[in-house]
């Protein structure tokens, strides 16, 4: 099996790709990326190729509700290793602006996502060993609205179960729009949940599964 080095530059090349592509055919592009320990190295490698970086629109695909510069906020690993070096030219959107009230801030974040060419050119996820991707968890309240196909809102707001901070996610059905998706992880273990995903067929108790039919997503892992 490739390493995760090499898995990440495959991934990285690919990304470039398609964005590039998209800019070359409309002149613009956007990328949609998750937080994590995950795509540190991806970004890195991102950050440093050669692209019309300033053509490209990045934006997180879920956030907690933290205040900008927050060590625990998807925007500030995005901006410290993927908005670094060649790819510092790219528009970025947050999707937090108003940390205190979740409601405003879920309708500020709707509003400027209409800055965001869409449909999203790429869109990488993660997944955590609960099943979990963006921030559509098992066992919350959201989830059966976050994964429905006919919920036509973007962004919904999300409360956890067990992990911390209110959060704000892409749904299922914005994401399942994007051009290009990719499920990027790393371990043993979550190759192991994904395999129970795959055997159990049930969103609920894994929501990854909901986004594992989709034509256009790649799976992209490694030890």
Not at 110 to 125: H, K, R, Y
Not at 167 to 178: L, P, V, W
Request: overall charge negative; proline content about 6%.
């Amino acid at each position: 099996m490739a390493t995760r080095a090499e898995i990440d530059q495959d991934l990285c090349a690919r990304i470039v790709s398609f964005l590039a592509r998209e800019i070359e055919q409309k002149g613009e592009a956007s990328l949609a990326v998750s937080g994590g320990s995950t795509p540190k190295e991806l970004f890195k490698f991102l950050s440093k190729t050669e692209l019309d970086w300033e053509k490209v629109t990045v934006i997180p695909v879920d956030e907690r509700l933290v205040t900008d510069g927050h060590p625990d906020q998807n925007g500030s690993l995005i901006k410290n290793f993927l908005l670094q070096e060649k790819a510092a030219k790219a528009k970025f959107y947050p999707l937090v602006y108003d940390a205190k009230e979740a409601e405003n801030n879920l309708k500020q974040a709707l509003e400027n996502l209409n800055q965001v060419p869409t449909p999203i050119t790429v869109v990488v996820l993660g997944m955590g060993t609960d099943g979990h991707t963006a921030s559509l968890f098992p066992g919350s309240s959201a989830l059966e609205k976050g994964i429905d196909p006919n919920f036509e809102q973007e962004l919904l707001n999300v409360t956890p179960p067990a992990a911390p901070y209110e959060r704000i996610s892409m749904s299922r059905n914005f994401i399942a729009k994007a051009k290009h998706i990719f499920l990027h992880f790393y371990g043993e273990e979550k190759q192991e949940v994904l395999e129970e995903v795959r055997k159990k067929a049930d969103h609920a108790q894994y929501p990854i599964y909901a986004f594992l039919t989709m034509p256009q997503l790649q799976i992209f892992n490694a030890d």
